[in-house]
């Protein structure tokens, strides 16, 4: 069962849902966000009672969340590509990795986190 907190901010922006929640989730790992505006302002849960040092913690985050942009949504859906697209992206770079390798002065390979980090860099500077 999901004990919720309701939560207030005069923050002038929407936060980062994965921000926010990343944040959350460090202070409980079963803590949730309801993700939608409510009459009492943000619903955070978790499965145990809220105690006044989490409720404390909990308000902070909220306050200092990074504000929710085109970017760090981007770079949110690359964090949660299906496999599928994992795949993809994996054997082009394996696929440029045998053309580097190549070269007449061969060039190193690049690591699937590398070609990942990449694309996330990507999607936050568009």
Do not use: H, Y
Not at 34 to 49: D, E, N, V
Not at 84 to 103: F, K, M, P, S, Y
Request: aromatic share 6%.
């Amino acid at each position: 069962m999901t004990i919720w907190q309701p939560f207030t901010s005069a923050r002038p922006t929407w936060p980062d849902p994965a921000s926010l929640l990343a944040t959350l989730q460090a202070l409980d790992a079963t803590a949730t966000w309801s993700g939608a505006p409510s009459p009492a302002g943000f619903l955070f849960g978790k499965s145990t009672a809220w105690t006044a040092p989490q409720i404390t913690a909990a308000q902070t985050a909220l306050d200092a969340a990074a504000a929710s942009t085109p970017e760090l949504t981007a770079q949110t859906t690359v964090d949660r590509w299906p496999l599928e697209l994992q795949a993809l992206a994996l054997a082009l770079i394996d696929q440029l990795n045998v053309i580097r390798a190549a070269l007449p002065v061969p060039l190193g390979a690049i690591t699937p986190a590398a070609a990942i980090a990449a694309v996330r860099a990507k999607a936050g500077s568009l």
